[in-house]
């Protein structure tokens, strides 16, 4: 077993017409880490994503999966794409078909599961969202938030390694937001790797292990949430404004009541307050 799930070698993209989108892009996502990846529209973020399960392929590079290269022949990506799945950005370029059921049915079907399986499999995705009682509506009429997630119950009920989230709290009231934060510790408290991106600086903090900042097509920096955050210059390259809560503990430091801890969540804030008096 390799100590990176997944890593990234000098990959190159180019969409139809010449238009650029990765432009060497290296990285290595550590196992058992919960990832981040922050940047500016265009960035990169999506369509270096879209590699991480073969959807499209390096013009330049490599990516490799637990150690091993991708190989893009047909039975190589039909295993890669059990393991990682992909959430995507625009759940109406992810969902195509009919009921709620059929939709999020078609995945386990193609695995040829007992029809039993399939359906204890499509109830349980669509409880962990919370979506039980859309079953038998039409996709295409739903809410932009409920299609999201739908896409999301889509990719949870193939039981997937790994599960690559595109900007998962977009278009999400703020409840459905926090229940989604929840799924994703869900997730990785079963032992599955979750690799999201976000324009949400609050969430990328408070939930990240380990963050890669994304412009022009390259990874520009990354690390741990301190490290990242703390950078100005970083911050400034790649046009993200600091976490709230970064911004008051920096205020409280140079007030001196707050000492070089980073609290994630106004809760540990307070703690550390209360201890420092
Ligand atoms: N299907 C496509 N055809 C042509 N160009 C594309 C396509 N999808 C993305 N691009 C271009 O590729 C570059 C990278 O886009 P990408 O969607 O990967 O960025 P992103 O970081 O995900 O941005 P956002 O934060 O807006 O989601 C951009 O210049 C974009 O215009
Ligand atoms: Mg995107």
Redesign the pocket.
């Known amino acids: 077993m390799s100590n990176y799930l997944l890593e990234v070698q000098e990959v190159y993209f180019e969409?139809p017409?010449g238009?650029r989108?990765l432009n060497g892009v290296s990285l290595a996502v550590e196992r058992g880490k919960k990832v981040a990846f922050l940047?500016p529209?265009?960035?990169?973020?999506?369509?270096l994503f879209l590699h991480f399960n073969g959807i499209l392929r390096p013009k330049k590079g490599r990516i490799l999966y637990d150690g091993q290269e991708l190989v893009y022949n047909r039975s190589f990506l039909r295993e890669i794409r059990r393991k990682v799945g992909i959430v995507f950005?625009d759940p109406d370029a992810q969902l195509f078909a009919g009921t709620v059921f059929q939709e999020v049915s078609f995945g386990p079907m193609n695995l040829n599961l007992p029809s039993k399986d399939v359906r204890e499999r499509v109830e349980s995705a669509l409880s962990a969202m919370g979506i039980r009682e859309l079953m038998d509506r039409p996709v295409h009429l739903l809410s932009y938030g409920q299609k999201k997630r739908v896409s999301i119950a889509d990719v949870l009920a193939m039981d997937p390694e790994v599960v690559v989230f595109d900007?998962p709290t977009a278009y999400l009231d703020p409840r459905h937001a926090g229940e989604l934060v929840e799924m994703l510790d869900g997730l990785h408290a079963e032992g599955r790797q979750v690799i999201l991106s976000t324009?949400d600086v609050d969430l990328a903090y408070s939930w990240a292990d380990q963050i890669f900042v994304?412009k022009d097509g390259r990874v520009i920096g990354g690390g741990s949430p301190e490290e990242v955050f703390m950078d100005d210059e970083l911050l400034k390259r790649a046009d993200l404004k600091k976490p709230l809560l970064v911004e008051v503990s920096d205020a409280l430091r140079q007030m001196g009541l707050l000492d070089g801890r980073f609290p994630k969540n106004a809760r540990d804030l307070l703690e550390c307050l209360r201890e420092g008096r």
């Open positions: 969409y017409g238009i989108a940047g529209n265009g960035a990169g973020k999506s369509t950005q900007e324009h994304m």
